[in-house]
């Protein structure tokens, strides 16, 4: 295993896109709860925090599988809990992490509502609400929501859930 890289994400319930990105390989540990950012971004907004290993699966993996599994096109009025984001904990990833979401952008019939944004802080979940979905994928939540991203995951990215 290579040295970890950490990525923000946020877009969606944080049950959901902890529940995904878990299942990913490469992905070595996920924090849920909520970020904050710089203004007019620095109210917290459920996300999640993604310990990878860079050797197993790349930054442009882990952006499409966000993208595609959100509503990172959608403007609605619950943005200001799920704010589609990707949160960088250093700056010299910032610029790489832009062009990356402008390229994955332009497979979308849409203009994507995702932004760059810098991590400023970060207030995890009640431990009861942490690894929701492996600790019970049974749940009516996970059925209705996590399953099925993860099929279409399967079905589109193939070997990178586990």
């Known amino acids: 295993m290579g040295k970890l890289k950490k990525i923000g994400l946020g877009g969606g319930c944080h049950w959901c896109t ?4 878990v299942s990913l390989i490469g992905v070595e540990r996920v ?10 971004n620095d109210a917290f907004s459920e996300a999640v925090i ?3 290993d860079p050797d197993r699966i790349s930054a442009v993996s882990l952006l499409d599988v966000h993208l595609r599994t ?14 589609s984001a990707v949160y960088y904990f250093d700056v010299s990833d910032r610029a790489q992490l832009t062009d990356l979401l402008i390229l994955a952008g332009n497979e979308f019939a849409e203009p994507i509502i995702t932004r760059v944004l810098p991590f400023v802080a970060f ?8 690894d929701y979905y492996r600790t019970d994928p049974g749940r009516p939540f ?8 993860l099929d279409f995951l399967r079905g ?4 990178v859930v586990r």
């Open 18 to 21: 902890e529940g995904v990105f």
């Open 31 to 40: 924090e849920q709860g909520w970020i904050s950012s710089v203004a007019p």
């Open 50 to 52: 993604v310990h990878y």
């Open 70 to 83: 959100h509503a990172a096109i959608k403007v609605h009025g619950l943005r200001h809990k799920y704010r």
């Open 123 to 130: 207030k995890p979940s009640l431990p009861e609400h942490r």
């Open 142 to 149: 996970c059925v209705r929501f996590i399953a099925p991203k």
């Open 156 to 159: 589109y990215r193939g070997g």
